[in-house]
């Protein structure tokens, strides 16, 4: 698939514009402060709904407007697909092709976007919540129902948190916020197991023909919540780990163990990059996650991803940035 145009109106520093796309290589130039960053974001809450740029949809919203609207028409086997989302302060609607959603949830699997930035350069070195987040953002467009279930997730989590903070918590109350967490926390870890299972696979054959076969890239999901072999068994040792951890968790006054401290070890030869590779490594293992995220959403899919460089060539050395260019194959990018 692909995008054919877009049209803003009040999103970010746009007040109305209607632009149209190449349907390979569409190159964006302008000065700093222009809105080349705000065109990608704009392009990118069509897969997710989501900014990756922030978590409030208000600064989506042009400075003095009330509603902001991004409308885009993208070619999908064969067919036109035209999706609107509106922005009205903390409040979001979504229409495809013409017809209201109640969920916006519902755009998933629609439109499949990657963005690729400087700040995914970092993502091997920085704290574990990036690396999370990237797992989440990439498993919420290949599998709808991890959506629903990570914010069913963390509802619950901010319940049972809620109540660990007060003076004396009801422990029967408690049991039901274990339940809860166990149900949809489980679900999580297996999703996410599976998907790094997978994801290691081709991002293990990327970085050897990056490096030229000198280095063979590991990925390992670590979870402080040992993994088990199908959904039910998942959440009796979930929910026993809640029960057993009751005590640290009432005394810190928040949940210690669960899908919200997971990690994603990579290694280089058995090493920690995270903590031991060297910058090059660091980014040459980030861009291959990056080129395996692409290449598994299509094996997943059968679509191929729009791909979204925003002003990451010039965060990487001319071999990488060949590297990267010569794996773009015949998708949509915009540079």
Known sequence: MYFKEIG?????NYENQKIDFHDKVNIIIGENAQGKTNLLEALYIMSLGKSFRTSKDNEMIRFGSELARVK????KDGEELCIEIGLIKNK?????????????????????VVIFSPDDLKIVKDEPEKRRRFIDRELCQLKPVYYDTLSRYKKALSQRNFLLKEENADPSVLDIWDEEIARYGSKIILYRNDFIKKLRKISREIHSDLTEGKEELDLHYESDVPVGTDDEEQKTIFYNVLQENRGRDL?????L????????????????????GSQGQQ?????????????????????????LLDDVLSELDRTRQRQLITSFGDIQIFI
């Open 251 to 255: 005394y810190r006054r928040t949940t």
């Open 283 to 307: 980014r040459t293992s980030a861009l291959s996650l990056k080129l395996a995220e692409l290449m598994l959403i299509e094996a997943e899919t059968g679509e191929k991803p729009v791909l």
């Open 72 to 75: 885009t028409i993208s070619q």
């Open 8 to 12: 803003l109106t009040n999103f970010r």
């Open 92 to 112: 979001k609607s979504l229409k495809i092709d013409g017809v209201k959603k109640k969920k916006i949830s519902e755009l998933l699997e629609n439109v499949y």
């Open 257 to 276: 163990k669960g899908p919200h401290r997971d990690d994603l070890r990579i290694e280089i030869g058995g090493v920690d990059v995270r903590s031991f």
